[in-house]
């Protein structure tokens, strides 16, 4: 039960950014100090990635788990077309804006 209980946290942990992500797409202009914020969660997914990599080959008995790869990619892959418009911004200097669906 409790192995269970893990599984789906890992499950919800990885699609838990997807409404915050809705809003910030509904209304375009993303204020500075959350487009960080959003910024640093999935830069702390994708070095979380890192750090599997890392580990699996420098500990020997590193145990795989797949379930997590799967759902630490997922979560990672939610974030790319925000990267993208981050940096977009960041590059022009100019607050940061998501394209809208009208």
């Known amino acids: ?4 209980l893990w599984y789906v946290s890992i499950y919800l942990e990885s699609l838990a950014i997807v409404p915050q992500l809705i809003v910030l797409q509904r ?3 993303v204020e500075n100090l959350t487009s960080h914020y959003v910024f640093f969660l999935g830069a702390y997914r994708a070095l979380y990635i890192v750090n599997w990599v890392y580990r699996s080959y420098h500990e020997p008995y590193y145990k ?3 379930i997590v790869y799967f759902c630490g990619a997922v979560q990672t892959a939610l974030y790319i077309d925000f990267f993208y418009y981050y940096f977009i911004s960041k590059v022009r200097g100019s607050k940061m804006s998501l394209p809208t669906a009208k």
């Open 1 to 4: 039960l409790l192995e269970m």
């Open 27 to 29: 209304y375009g202009e």
């Open 64 to 66: 795989h788990n797949w």
